[in-house]
């Protein structure tokens, strides 16, 4: 191997990746460009590219990062998560994914953003298992969403952080006007 060349290899996804710098990718490049460009991780979203928007949020070693201000270098050893390695059952992704209260509307709309968010609440729920609407909001504050789903994100992190403390059953349903949760019949359970 020449000089200029060597190996990383990042865990992504569960899955320990051979990268070799100076063929596959430029020392120069970010872990954003790795994963999307290179790899394929197409759920990772870079709009502005310069850390303002969260939309390239992935966890690293289980903290959540800005892809696109690392360098995919600095990824070697270490665990990679991409919405694409978190389970359909996740309860984040469920969360946003089922998440319509009334007078908060839902949690995705046009979705650009959506997957940043949720890797940001997993990192925040990570650090923060049980927090109020205000930490959400402040935990979540470097991420961009130009639908305005921002109250609906709110409540779709805090329905998870109680399905992840078991506080209410795993699947996550709506809450009712008054915080009742919406039954669950006709819901095939």
Known sequence: MSDD????????NGEWRDI????????A?????????????????????????????????GKAVLSCMMLAVE???????????????????TAFAEQS???????????????????????FLAENPDP???????GLSNNLCRCGCYQAIV???????????GAVAGECRPAMPGGAPASSEGRGQ
């Open 5 to 12: 060349l060597y190996r990383i290899r990042p865990r992504i």
């Open 20 to 27: 070799l710098v100076g063929h596959d990718i430029r020392p």
């Open 29 to 61: 490049d970010t872990l954003a460009h790795l994963l999307k460009e290179k790899l394929g991780y197409t759920g990772l979203k870079v709009s502005c590219d310069e850390g303002a928007c969260g939309a390239c949020t992935v966890l690293l070693d």
């Open 75 to 93: 990824a070697d050893g270490r665990e990679v998560t991409t919405i694409e390695g978190l389970a359909a059952d996740d309860p984040v992704v």
């Open 101 to 123: 209260e009334p007078g908060h509307g839902t949690a995705l709309q046009c979705g650009y953003c959506t997957p940043g968010f949720v890797m940001t609440a997993k990192g």
């Open 132 to 138: 109020t609407a205000q930490q959400i909001r402040e």
């Open 155 to 165: 409540q779709a992190v805090l329905r998870a952080a109680a399905v992840m403390r």
